[in-house]
């Protein structure tokens, strides 16, 4: 075998792990579907700084970025909000999505990675039980090691055999649909909460934030099912009914997108493939972050592939990164998805009812892309007891949640369990239970 790899796709983290590999001597080249003036959304991205670090990848210049806000949520009667306090050591920063491209695809280049573009990712290549190279509209392409950076609905991922346990969707609520746009400002009057974010807002099952920036009003609005441009006019008056400073001009943006809000992928690898990012769903299930993610994982992804001294890039090869990324990330992420379904099940009037009583504090959404621990999320207090009062005096809600907290300690109990050394039957195994939890 010799060391050519190919990374499909060309997600943060795939470009990040491409990098890594080329300056130490591999042949890299990454395909990826938009011409390279078109990488990146048009619109600002928050992750956690420290990430870049981990990757190998330099800070941004000063001028390329600010910190960003803290949030305020409202549950849907918008009586009771509750505002983060970001710690200064946690505070994640805002940066033009195609800056943060340049700045990735920049330090590849350098370090020898080619890049490929207007290239369309067809599906998989398999020969002998093996990932051998990908179908691309510019034709076939092979390597030793594909590396799957395509995405929440990767073809690759998609087309690869029942055979390798690979989940090939997300299910029904493991998948946000966005429309996000960046609106004129109405007016300049001062607003009291910068960056509001409403929890099923109208009833419906979702979130919308409205950021009011200092030349424009950023207007989100996420969905667990699809919806189209009439359902974004009508809830944007509904925001617009609550938020002066939302205009009616979209000066920017105005794209639908799909973000992954599950656990991770309960097998990431198999001969000679290895899904990164949010094509092995890496996100922070709670609010589909994945940036820093992914550039933590990569150097995990590079070691695996470094470590493997046959250069044959097998499952069992490949294994260490999967088991590697559980011990570092997963194991905290997994518990995190379990959260966002009974997100799912509770009913407005409980969502406000827990906003009211305090069941939920600024502790608890002081939620971040540097959250990636159930730890994180549930902050121990003096008012514990009250808030278990209220929680009881709800019956329904309190069936919900001890349903969640016992999910929540079969999937940190399976996690601790997962094999540190690959065998096919037993990973299946694990992989099996592992998914069954969250059915």
């Given at each position: 075998?010799?060391?050519?790899?190919i990374v499909a796709g060309g997600g943060h983290g795939g470009i990040a792990v491409a990098s890594i590999l080329s300056r130490n001597g591999y042949d890299v080249t990454v395909y990826e579907k938009n011409s390279r003036e078109n990488m990146g959304y048009d619109w600002t991205d928050i992750f956690d700084p420290k990430a870049l670090a981990k990757a190998d990848i330099p800070m941004p210049d000063n001028s390329l970025f600010e910190y960003k806000e803290n949030m305020t949520f409202y549950s849907p009667n918008e009586k009771t909000p509750i505002k983060q306090q970001v710690p200064e050591a946690e505070l994640e920063i805002k940066m033009e999505r195609k800056d943060?491209?340049?700045?990735?695809?920049?330090?590849?280049?350098?370090?020898?990675?080619?890049?490929?573009?207007?290239?369309?990712?067809?599906?998989?290549?398999?020969?002998?039980?093996?990932?051998?190279?990908?179908?691309?509209?510019?034709?076939?392409?092979?390597?030793?090691?594909?590396?799957?950076?395509?995405?929440?609905?990767?073809?690759?991922?998609?087309?690869?055999?029942?055979?390798?346990?690979?989940?090939?969707?997300?299910?029904?609520?493991?998948?946000?649909?966005?429309?996000?746009?960046?609106?004129?400002?109405?007016?300049?009057?001062?607003?009291?909460?910068?960056?509001?974010?409403?929890?099923?807002?109208?009833?419906?099952?979702?979130?919308?934030?409205?950021?009011?920036?200092?030349?424009?009003?950023?207007?989100?609005?996420?969905?667990?099912?699809?919806?189209?441009?009439?359902?974004?006019?009508?809830?944007?008056?509904?925001?617009?009914?609550?938020?002066?400073?939302?205009?009616?001009?979209?000066?920017?943006?105005?794209?639908?997108?799909?973000?992954?809000?599950?656990?991770?992928?309960?097998?990431?690898?198999?001969?000679?493939?290895?899904?990164?990012?949010?094509?092995?769903?890496?996100?922070?299930?709670?609010?589909?972050?994945?940036?820093?993610?992914?550039?933590?994982?990569?150097?995990?992804?590079?070691?695996?592939?470094?470590?493997?001294?046959?250069?044959?890039?097998?499952?069992?090869?490949?294994?260490?990164?999967?088991?590697?990324?559980?011990?570092?990330?997963?194991?905290?992420?997994?518990?995190?998805?379990?959260?966002?379904?009974?997100?799912?099940?509770?009913?407005?009037?409980?969502?406000?009812?827990?906003?009211?009583?305090?069941?939920?504090?600024?502790?608890?959404?002081?939620?971040?892309?540097?959250?990636?621990?159930?730890?994180?999320?549930?902050?121990?207090?003096?008012?514990?007891?009250?808030?278990?009062?209220?929680?009881?005096?709800?019956?329904?809600?309190?069936?919900?949640?001890?349903?969640?907290?016992?999910?929540?300690?079969?999937?940190?109990?399976?996690?601790?369990?997962?094999?540190?050394?690959?065998?096919?039957?037993?990973?299946?195994?694990?992989?099996?239970?592992?998914?069954?939890?969250?059915?």
């Amino acid at each position: 075998m010799s060391r050519k790899i190919i990374v499909a796709g060309g997600g943060h983290g795939g470009i990040a792990v491409a990098s890594i590999l080329s300056r130490n001597g591999y042949d890299v080249t990454v395909y990826e579907k938009n011409s390279r003036e078109n990488m990146g959304y048009d619109w600002t991205d928050i992750f956690d700084p420290k990430a870049l670090a981990k990757a190998d990848i330099p800070m941004p210049d000063n001028s390329l970025f600010e910190y960003k806000e803290n949030m305020t949520f409202y549950s849907p009667n918008e009586k009771t909000p509750i505002k983060q306090q970001v710690p200064e050591a946690e505070l994640e920063i805002k940066m033009e999505r195609k800056d943060i491209y340049n700045l990735l695809i920049d330090t590849a280049e350098k370090n020898g990675v080619e890049f490929v573009y207007n290239c369309n990712i067809e599906r998989a290549i398999i020969e002998d039980n093996r990932v051998v190279g990908i179908n691309t509209s510019m034709g076939q392409a092979y390597g030793d090691l594909i590396i799957d950076a395509c995405g929440c609905e990767s073809p690759v991922r998609i087309s690869l055999p029942e055979e390798f346990g690979i989940e090939k969707h997300p299910a029904k609520n493991e998948k946000f649909y966005v429309y996000r746009a960046f609106y004129n400002k109405a007016n300049e009057k001062p607003v009291e909460d910068k960056y509001k974010v409403c929890l099923l807002p109208e009833g419906e099952l979702g979130i919308g934030w409205v950021a009011t920036e200092n030349e424009y009003t950023d207007l989100l609005i996420g969905r667990f099912e699809p919806f189209d441009m009439a359902e974004v006019e009508r809830t944007a008056e509904y925001f617009r009914s609550r938020n002066e400073s939302l205009g009616t001009k979209v000066v920017r943006g105005g794209q639908f997108v799909e973000i992954p809000v599950r656990q991770s992928l309960s097998l990431m690898v198999a001969n000679g493939y290895a899904a990164i990012g949010d094509s092995a769903f890496m996100t922070v299930p709670i609010i589909g972050s994945g940036i820093a993610n992914s550039l933590r994982v990569a150097p995990l992804l590079a070691k695996a592939i470094m470590d493997d001294r046959s250069e044959t890039y097998t499952a069992e090869a490949l294994w260490q990164y999967q088991y590697k990324f559980y011990k570092n990330l997963g194991a905290g992420l997994a518990p995190l998805a379990a959260v966002k379904l009974l997100l799912t099940k509770i009913t407005p009037e409980q969502l406000d009812y827990i906003f009211e009583k305090g069941i939920l504090t600024w502790k608890e959404m002081t939620i971040t892309a540097d959250t990636t621990s159930i730890t994180d999320f549930v902050h121990p207090a003096l008012d514990m007891p009250k808030r278990a009062v209220s929680i009881v005096k709800d019956k329904d809600l309190l069936k919900k949640m001890l349903k969640v907290g016992a999910d929540i300690g079969k999937i940190m109990a399976l996690c601790i369990a997962l094999p540190k050394e690959y065998n096919k039957e037993k990973v299946k195994h694990w992989a099996e239970k592992y998914n069954k939890i969250f059915k």
